[in-house]
């Protein structure tokens, strides 16, 4: 009989923190979503490549509203750092060997051979621009704790050759846009919100090449994500395609959260970190559907965190089925492409499972 009264306080507790995540989500709307974007995109014209002077007004963005986002249990800070290029070097000059061995086409091992002569020069010219991740964090009851990471840098790349125009427009609405505006629309949902557990959101810099952004928090926070008490990494790009007539599915609203491959090390902690928020998430009831891919999808930040056997995965679009190819880091990613409904219900979504995370 104990037994069973356990279970049925426990079901009434998670039903009445399931009502208490879905009152706070509502207030996250379509149009406030749209304005923060538009906010951010004008700041940092025409491009956030690092170094740039919208890259420095991006910068100056993300201080301003995280140095209003203050309350009890809530820390922030900035972490300037000099990027890793000689790391971030090998990785290329590894994935190069790596391609050697499997590849038999001699054109297309020509071509990433040249493709990563040019990445190496262009991380050889950044060395001597500094890095700014920022992190905000807010202290729960307990030291368990997960890490939202986005990164806030743009470039623009030839289609065909992926050679980097550090000079060319790159507005990077979807890539990555989509992942600040949903951080600082998280930070303000959760920041008068009492939580049993403790998140840092992170703002990544200097990520797209290299990982350079990551490379720089992990060597400064890596006793703390090495620690029992540490849940994984989740990482949220490019939340802002959403089409019917290029999906290959035909319908609206199918999303993905990417893990690492069933036979690599730590695939289980992957998996229960992706099951676990994506059950959350579905209790706010959106329009949409994050699936789970255990593909080892490995174009974002959580990638570079399994090398560190951690566990790390990434809410994405249909990166399969509906890919918003044609305006990936190019000089036409702008706001106006994307799709704000099923945007903002991603936010929805995402928020939903890290709040009832938090709070449950």
Same mark, same amino acid.
């Given at each position: 009989m104990k037994k069973v009264l356990t279970i049925f306080f426990f079901l009434i507790l998670q039903s009445v923190n399931a009502i208490e995540v879905n009152k706070e989500i509502n207030r996250i709307n379509e149009a406030d979503t749209l304005n923060y974007m538009r906010d951010f995109l004008k $700041?940092?014209?025409? *491009?956030?490549?690092?170094?740039?002077?919208?890259?420095?007004?991006? &910068?100056?963005?993300?201080?301003?509203?995280? &140095?209003?986002?203050?309350?009890?249990?809530?820390?922030?800070?900035?972490? +300037?750092?000099?990027?890793? +290029?000689?790391?971030?070097?090998?990785?290329?000059?590894?994935?190069?060997? *790596?391609?050697?061995?499997? *590849?038999? %086409?001699?054109?297309?091992?020509?071509?990433?051979?040249?493709?990563?002569?040019?990445?190496?020069? $262009?991380?050889k010219s950044m060395h001597s621009v500094q890095g700014s991740n920022f992190i905000w964090k807010k202290k729960g009851e307990s030291d368990d704790f997960i890490v939202l990471a986005v990164n806030y840098d743009s470039i623009t790349q030839d289609k065909v050759s992926f050679f980097i125009d550090r000079d060319a427009r790159s507005p990077g609405a979807d890539n990555n846009a989509t992942g600040v505006v949903l951080a600082m629309r998280l930070i303000e949902l959760l920041r008068h919100q009492k939580t049993k557990k403790t998140i840092w959101v992170v703002f990544l810099d200097m990520e797209q090449i290299g990982f350079l952004g990551s490379r720089a928090f992990y060597q400064a926070?890596? *006793?703390?994500?090495?620690?029992?008490?540490?849940?994984? +990494? $989740?990482?949220?790009?490019?939340?802002? %395609?959403?089409?019917? !007539?290029?999906?290959?599915?035909?319908?609206?609203? %199918?999303?993905? $959260?990417?893990?690492? !491959? &069933?036979? &690599?090390?730590?695939?289980?902690?992957?998996?229960?970190?992706?099951?676990?928020?994506?059950?959350?998430g579905r209790k706010a009831k959106t329009k949409i559907e994050f699936s789970i891919v255990n593909n080892g999808f490995n174009s974002f930040s959580h990638a570079y965190y399994w090398e560190k056997n951690l566990a790390g995965i990434c809410f994405s679009q249909d990166w399969e089925n509906d890919l918003n190819f044609n305006r990936f880091n190019t000089a036409n990613d702008f706001a106006e492409t994307l799709n704000f409904k099923t945007f903002n219900e991603s936010i929805r979504f995402i928020s939903a499972a890290i709040l009832a995370w938090l709070t449950n």
């Open positions: $700041v940092s014209r025409p *491009s956030r490549f690092p170094g740039t002077p919208g890259s420095l007004a991006a &910068k100056k963005y993300l201080q301003d509203f995280l &140095k209003n986002q203050s309350g009890q249990g809530i820390e922030y800070f900035e972490e +300037i750092f000099a990027p890793d +290029i000689a790391s971030a070097i090998l990785m290329y000059e590894s994935d190069l060997e *790596s391609f050697k061995k499997t *590849s038999t %086409n001699a054109d297309d091992f020509k071509k990433w051979t040249k493709f990563t002569d040019h990445i190496k020069s $262009v991380l926070h890596q *006793s703390q994500l090495h620690n029992k008490n540490f849940h994984g +990494i $989740v990482g949220a790009s490019m939340l802002g %395609n959403d089409t019917v !007539e290029k999906d290959k599915e035909k319908k609206f609203g %199918n999303f993905k $959260v990417y893990t690492k !491959e &069933k036979n &690599k090390r730590g695939f289980e902690n992957d998996l229960f970190l992706a099951e676990t928020l994506v059950e959350l």
